[in-house]
């Protein structure tokens, strides 16, 4: 599916993407990025520049569908993953405190309660 300059567009702002950005993304002038965004826009640039664009805008969470653009959905985590990387995580940390004395609420805030 070829996509169009209205899904560039629209991908764009998905994306919170400005024009610059997505020039020096891809490799492109932004000069380029406003060409390929205009009315006739796939009939000015090269389709490597086209198919560059469109893979910096996938990789960013862009998805693009029939006559349109969505924001690609975050996959769902390993839940036993995470868990090991925080267990991980927490052991390192326990070693690394291993032979310190704990802070206490005088080392954290002031006489007036507030962070010291």
């Not at 300059?5 to 998905?14: F, N």
């Not at 959905?73 to 004395?101: K, M, N």
Request: aromatic letters at 2%; zero cysteines.
């Amino acid at each position: 599916m070829e996509i169009t300059p209205e899904q560039i567009r629209a991908a764009r702002a998905l994306l919170h993407i400005e024009q610059a950005d997505l020039a020096k993304r891809a490799h492109v002038s932004v000069v380029t990025i406003r060409r390929l965004e205009g009315a006739d826009g796939r009939e000015r640039v090269s389709p490597v520049i086209l198919d560059g664009v469109r893979h910096v805008l996938e990789q960013a969470g862009a998805e693009f569908i029939q006559n349109g653009v969505r924001q690609r959905r975050a996959p769902t985590p390993d839940v036993q993953s995470l868990f090991e990387d925080l267990r991980t995580i927490s052991l390192r940390s326990a070693a690394r405190l291993q032979g310190h004395e704990p802070l206490t609420d005088a080392d954290l805030y002031d006489e007036n309660g507030l962070p010291a």
